[in-house]
């Protein structure tokens, strides 16, 4: 069982930066890819980027793709996502999320967070 909790949402201009930061309790946090998803109202949970148990691999949404990164801390069961040059179209509920495996499609993933929102201002 591994307990996700989210971090670092709020309110920011557009071209400003956020980082999310997702804290795990449980055991073998470091056998899990990680992933953020984000969702909005009356849309599907979409994929925004993942990293491998490992931290080797990353993968990224197009729309998102030079703009955010994902990483993790092993020692301290920690994931975040920067996010920098924020874009209104950004806001969004944001998920953390672990499995199996780093795929795009949150069918990959056993266990979530409760979510943090982000706001992007025009």
């Known amino acids: 069982q591994v307990r996700l909790v989210e971090s670092g949402g709020g309110l920011v201009q557009a071209g400003g930066s956020l980082r999310l930061s997702c804290a795990a309790s449980?055991?073998?946090?470091?056998?899990?890819?990680m992933a953020w998803f984000r969702q909005i109202p009356e849309k599907e949970r979409e994929f925004v980027a993942a990293v491998s148990w490992d931290g080797g691999s990353a993968y990224y949404a197009d729309y998102v793709k030079g703009r955010f990164t994902i990483s993790r801390d092993n020692a301290n069961d920690t994931v975040l996502l920067q996010m920098n040059n924020l874009k209104p179209e950004d806001t969004a509920i944001y998920y953390c999320?672990?499995?199996?495996?780093?795929?795009?499609?949150?069918?990959?993933?056993?266990?979530w967070g409760q979510g943090t929102q982000v706001t992007v201002s025009s």
């Open positions: 999320a672990a499995g199996r495996v780093p795929g795009r499609d949150f069918r990959y993933y056993d266990y």
């Open positions: 449980g055991r073998t946090f470091g056998s899990f890819a």
